[in-house]
């Protein structure tokens, strides 16, 4: 029976941490899948991508088709570059993609020439932006505007179409392009780039605001109790806060291209959190400072007796433990056995393990130090030796060291 109900207890503490290693996988799963597709959709934005068709008239058919594709964004410089990639179309382009004649592009106020008998090369061209600042950020959104044109270097007037594809796919920022045709000049082609941070990106840093608010509430919180409360400030609380005042920095960096320290994300958060977490930690300081007290030979006797008596009554009323067989060293051949000691105050938590009991342990039981120790399951431990202040113990009576001890024993009693 006891078997069965162990059996059943294993199974349903397996069952327990399989359901609880569901229920935090599927909660994983609910939230970066939905957040991994937003990701996925904001570089496949079809509003970053636009094209246009040839505009002008040419009864050869001859156009140039144009492809701007953003390669970076400098938000604090408030430009933008982007690489251009030219192919002629019709007779402008002869064997091997080379041009029959001389042709100027113009380009917001950058004009591009390509000879004649030479292939048109790609050339990346920085555009600045008209509007936008970063002292908006996350929020800060930027607008831009260029023209594209083409004509015959030698013959000025002489207008060639133009189609155009502009590609603004870039990470963590979003771009959303217009064209403006024009009535009055149908061969130029207008732009209108209107730029700002991606979702995932707001959605980042305002989740890395929301961790420096609960980082400084938690600090402020503990300060308070330190103050009216007076919880105990040991070195861990004293160098909590200044921890996380250096930390706070390097936190706050960690948001997607941020600018330097005075943008609309530290009003919102950092300047509070590094003023709440700087005067808790002057508290924290200033409260143990003041409360400290020198230690006097007599505050320290009365310590000393209060865990003594705290010791006695919580051993008194609790049970002693199996001994457990010492695994190598001197006494590992005669099986010998320690005793554990059950948990103390005023012993750390990683001493209560591994502290033995000693012989002014057997005197707060009430046991003489050589009597045996105690009886389980019609065993009896009886000691052999003591080493360091700790007893050992045997379960043969026999045993040299055990008979050695019983006639000290007697040879005191007989004394």
Not at 15 to 22: D, G, K, Q
Not at 55 to 71: K, N, R, Y
Not at 353 to 366: A, E, F, I, T
Request: with cysteine; aromatic share 10%; proline share 6%.
């Amino acid at each position: 029976m006891t078997l069965f109900h162990e059996r059943t207890g294993q199974l349903r503490t397996w069952a327990r941490r399989t359901i609880w290693s569901l229920v935090v996988t599927g909660s994983l799963c609910a939230v970066v899948i939905p957040i991994f597709s937003i990701y996925r959709r904001e570089g496949d934005n079809a509003r970053s991508v636009v094209e246009v068709g040839p505009q002008g008239v040419s009864h050869t058919g001859d156009f140039i088709h144009v492809v701007g594709s953003v390669a970076s964004v400098d938000f604090e410089d408030k430009n933008f570059r982007v690489h251009f990639e030219f192919t002629p179309h019709g007779t402008l382009t002869g064997d091997d993609g080379v041009l029959t004649a001389a042709i100027s592009v113009s380009l917001f106020y950058t004009t591009l020439t390509f000879p004649e008998a030479q292939i048109m090369r790609s050339v990346d061209v920085t555009m600045p932006y008209m509007q936008g600042a970063t002292i908006d950020y996350p929020f800060d959104a930027y607008k831009s505007y260029f023209e594209i044109m083409a004509n015959l270097e030698k013959e000025q007037l002489h207008k060639v179409p133009v189609s155009l594809t502009f590609l603004g796919m870039l990470q963590s920022v979003e771009f959303i392009p217009t064209v403006r045709l024009s009535n009055e000049d149908l061969y130029k082609i207008a732009i209108e780039i209107f730029t700002r941070r991606s979702p995932t990106t707001i959605g980042f840093s305002l989740f890395i605001v929301m961790i420096m608010w609960c980082l400084s509430i938690s600090i402020g919180i503990i300060a308070i109790q330190v103050i009216r409360k007076y919880r105990v400030s040991d070195e861990h609380v004293l160098t909590l806060g200044i921890t996380t005042l250096f930390a706070l920095p390097a936190l706050r960096e960690t948001q997607p291209g941020i600018p330097a320290i005075g943008c609309a994300a530290d009003v919102l958060g950092f300047y509070w959190n590094m003023a709440i977490i700087a005067i808790a930690s002057i508290l924290i300081l200033m409260a143990s400072a003041l409360r400290w007290k020198e230690p006097s030979i007599e505050r320290e006797i009365d310590l000393v007796r209060k865990q003594h008596d705290m010791q006695s009554e919580l051993i008194s009323g609790m049970s002693i433990p199996m001994p457990f067989p010492i695994t190598g060293g001197p006494f590992s051949d005669h099986q010998l056995k320690k005793k554990r000691m059950p948990f103390m105050m005023g012993h750390e938590p990683h001493q209560t393990h591994h502290q033995l009991l000693s012989q002014d342990d057997h005197k707060l039981h009430g046991r003489h130090p050589m009597s045996p120790l105690y009886s389980v399951g019609g065993h009896e431990y009886h000691p052999t030796h003591q080493d360091d202040g700790y007893f050992y113990y045997t379960e043969d009576p026999e045993h040299p060291e055990c008979l050695l001890r019983q006639y000290q024993q007697q040879q005191q009693q007989q004394q």
